[in-house]
């Protein structure tokens, strides 16, 4: 499941991404020759129109790929002849479609739901030993019937190192656990180690942009630490930590891998702004400098530029990867 998970949330976030720039190059008149997702070699393609579309075999990324992007090309529809709006729209469209999607995502208001439905389990706790799982409804404590999630605490605390019969119920099928309440630490309420299960109760675009405004600034502020070296680069995530931070959101459900999801895609947009090579925000470097001096700067040195800037972002990412497998300890497996 986690395998799925990560699949799915890495191929969201890359569609959205290709696909802004996809609709932008498309409605600007720029010929697509290919849109891929995925990476490596081609599984199957099928040409519609003008354009290829294809799965290809590790679904670890995908590309859109415009003609004459890297190399001066004299065809009509090609990227390097196109007026620079088109240009600057087609390159910019990707990173603001991740943006677009985070908002979507956090405009979700997310609410507790009424019945008694487990959401999560803490680790350790009486609910865990017990063997109880999210997902399963508490309906009895004792002999006392539970219908709702707001009439187990008193419940619960009146049994404080007293063992309890829970009767939890899924899917039709009731059991019975035992187990002893204590209390927490923190709070000095009397629990089993249980949170509530929350959904989606409704939607504000309003809410979505202020929630994605305030986590873009706490982004960015974080990479300009990194720059003047005041943040701890050890907090920088390589691929096999977002593996296993959605390996976490999926144990605790749906709504984790949703809002990690809008985390990935606005982390994906951000970076992608940025005036380095080979990222988006490179490109419309080069293409600011273009307007600025009315002539493109010569295709295939661009081209060179952000080869090299390509080469660098691998280096950068197999060096993560290598952190991260010290990190996780992921050379016990092989042990």
């Not at 799915?8 to 890359?14: A, G, M, P, R």
């Not at 600057?88 to 469209?93: M, P, W």
């Not at 019937?145 to 009439?151: A, D, G, L, Q, Y």
């Not at 019975?176 to 309440?181: A, G, N, R, Y």
Request: glycine share 10%.
């Amino acid at each position: 499941m986690t395998l799925i998970a990560a699949i799915l949330v890495f191929n969201l976030i890359v569609f959205v991404h290709e696909a802004g720039h996809f609709a932008a190059a498309r409605l600007g008149g720029i010929k697509v020759v290919e849109f891929a997702l995925g990476m490596g070699p081609k599984i199957i393609g099928k040409k519609f129109g003008e354009t290829v579309y294809s799965l290809r075999a590790f679904p670890i990324g995908g590309f859109c790929l415009m003609l004459g992007e890297d190399e001066e090309n004299n065809e009509p529809g090609a990227f390097n002849n196109s007026p620079i709006i088109s240009k600057i729209s087609s390159v910019i469209s990707g990173p603001v479609f991740n943006i677009i999607l985070t908002i979507l995502i956090y405009s979700l208001v997310i609410a507790p739901v009424a019945a008694p439905i487990v959401g999560q389990v803490t680790k350790g706790m009486p609910a865990e030993t017990s063997g109880i799982k999210a997902g399963e409804m508490i309906v009895g404590i004792n002999d006392v019937k539970i219908n709702e999630w707001k009439e187990m605490k008193p419940e619960i605390a009146k049994h404080e190192g007293e063992q309890i019969t829970v009767t939890v119920e899924k899917n039709g099928v009731q059991r019975e656990v035992m187990l002893t309440p204590v209390k927490n630490p923190g709070t000095d309420d009397i629990v089993i180690g249980i949170t509530q299960k929350v959904g989606i109760s409704g939607f504000s675009i309003k809410e979505g942009i202020n929630t994605t405004f305030a986590v873009s600034k706490m982004m960015l502020s974080f990479l300009g630490q990194l720059v003047v070296g005041k943040a701890d680069a050890n907090e920088v995530s390589g691929p096999i930590s977002i593996l296993v931070y959605i390996n976490e959101a999926a144990k605790a459900g749906f709504i984790k891998v949703l809002y990690l999801t809008a985390l990935i895609s606005l982390n994906l947009g951000i970076i992608n702004l940025l005036p380095l090579p080979a990222l988006d925000g490179g490109r419309l470097l080069f293409l600011f400098i273009e307007l600025i001096r009315r002539k493109p700067l010569p295709a295939e040195k661009e081209g060179m530029v952000h080869f090299v800037g390509l080469i660098a972002l691998m280096a950068l990412s197999i060096f993560l990867m290598y952190r991260d497998i010290i990190r996780f300890n992921l050379m016990d497996i092989f042990r």
